[in-house]
């Protein structure tokens, strides 16, 4: 069985521009959710989709979002991107809901902005 | 909300001694707790979780934690580390039932000598 696909896998991109990073599951996985990792603070929680809802969202700005497909792949956008926005972003999929059950990791995007 | 520390951001253990990594967690209620590891470019693992029952909980990998609620903790421990065993080690905790999103510590990296 695959596991969890990020793409891509590194990003460079200047301030104020856009992202969308996507994740595709663990096949019959339902849950997705995007953490950000930077030294130091370990995996900050962005959102949680289950069955195409956001069921959780952390404490991000708006310029953070997300959606899910049908088929469960996931993608998340940051607009007016910012130096701090500088991290690896880490998706990871689970059969229920990530809060009652294993949390299978992508490699992340390691997203640089200048 | 709950949350979770781990105090010691670095640890350097010599190859057979033994290992503890701490955790101590903010929640009212006993939460799930879970240990994932992440090694050296690769994505986050989980080593073992707690919902409830006995205390002791065993992993993978040889590893073992206690939940001990009149301390709010979930320690990890190992009898004997291996050199493989180098890796940044994330506690997690999450309220019961799992609706919740989970928040994970900022990390204890282990560095393991010869």
């Known amino acids: 069985k695959a596991g969890v696909t990020q793409t891509p896998r590194y990003l460079i991109k200047t301030r104020g521009q856009q992202v969308t990073l996507s994740c595709s599951p663990i096949?019959?996985?339902?849950?997705v959710s995007w953490y950000q990792q930077t030294p130091g603070q370990g995996l900050q929680f962005l959102f949680e989709?289950?069955?195409?809802?956001?069921?959780n969202k952390g404490n991000f700005p708006g310029r953070f979002s997300g959606r899910q497909f049908s088929n469960s792949r996931s993608e998340m956008n940051v607009s007016t991107l910012e130096l701090g926005d500088s991290a690896l972003y880490l998706c990871?999929?689970?059969?229920?809901?990530?809060?009652?059950?294993?949390?299978?990791f992508g490699p992340g995007t390691r997203l640089t902005v200048l | 909300a709950q949350s979770v520390t781990q105090p010691d951001i670095h640890i350097t253990v010599s190859e057979g001694a033994s290992l503890e990594l701490r955790c101590n967690y903010s929640?009212?209620?006993?939460?799930?707790l879970f240990w994932y590891v992440q090694s050296p470019g690769q994505g986050l693992q989980l080593l073992l979780k707690?919902?409830?029952?006995?205390?002791l909980v065993q992993g993978i990998k040889g590893f073992e934690a206690e939940f001990k609620r009149s301390q709010s903790s979930f320690n990890l421990r190992k009898p004997s580390v291996h050199w493989s065993d180098a890796a940044e080690y994330f506690c997690?905790?999450?309220?019961?039932?799992?609706?919740?999103?989970?928040?994970f510590g900022t990390g204890t990296k282990l560095q393991v000598i010869p």
């Open positions: 990871a999929s689970s059969l229920g809901l990530a809060g009652s059950d294993e949390q299978f």
């Open positions: 096949s019959g996985h339902r849950s």
């Open positions: 989709y289950f069955s195409e809802t956001q069921r």
């Open positions: 707690y919902f409830s029952g006995d205390t």
């Open positions: 929640y009212g209620a006993t939460p799930y």
């Open positions: 997690a905790v999450a309220p019961s039932g799992g609706y919740q999103k989970v928040t």
